[in-house]
């Protein structure tokens, strides 16, 4: 069998000390394999933004461990961490995390600019994946100047500006009316289909998690249930409130 992209074990995480403690993981196993599409579901509170959290190397756990394409990820610093993350993954919140005052063509670009990529260079990247995206028309209009469902959009640029090997999305139409989140929800899944990209989606929304080929439940920080069934295509809370969008794109 395939190497899981990412492999979890044994993950705990806890907060503070004492009589103050809270234990939001207690022992998550998971394995993400290549191309499919995943979703993390649980009410609020349960553990699936931080086990997001943990598994897209935004944090780490307090024991326990996490494998990236096989090699341990804990042993990751710094600027390397900060590399490997760049370059591995894109990220697509709720939150949207864009600068407001700053042009789409910029918000999309920085990745690449954290990245060290050239202007001119990084200039040509975020034009192609705007045009994927039908956004070309909106480069020089500032962020801020934007409708819901096209500050989305441009999220979703800036997430696969670097070509990443997994998409990360917390929540990505909770801010969205009906319409727009369906067509961001048919952007996504047609991302993970038609380019291979790993597709991890945490939600309470059922519809939203029906669509993934493979489902598991968190509940009091551990794993209650996994729906093997939708694993068809396998092998093929919210912690980030107060992340800005360079920490998000490093």
Known sequence: MPTPVLRAVDLHRSYGRGPTRFDALKGVDVEVHAGEALAIVGKSGSGKSTLMHLLALLDRPTS?????????????????????RNRTFGFVFQQFFLTPSATVLENVILPLKIAGVGRTERKRRGMAVLEQLDLADKARNRARDLSGGQKQRVVIARALVNDPQVIFADEPTGNLDTATGAAVEDLLFGLNRERGITLVVVTHDDDLAARCDRRITVRDGRIEASDPAAEGRTGSDSGDAGRTAEELAA
């Open 64 to 84: 326990g461990h996490v494998d990236l394409n096989g090699a341990a990820a804990d042993r990751l610093r710094g600027r390397e961490l900060n590399r490997v």
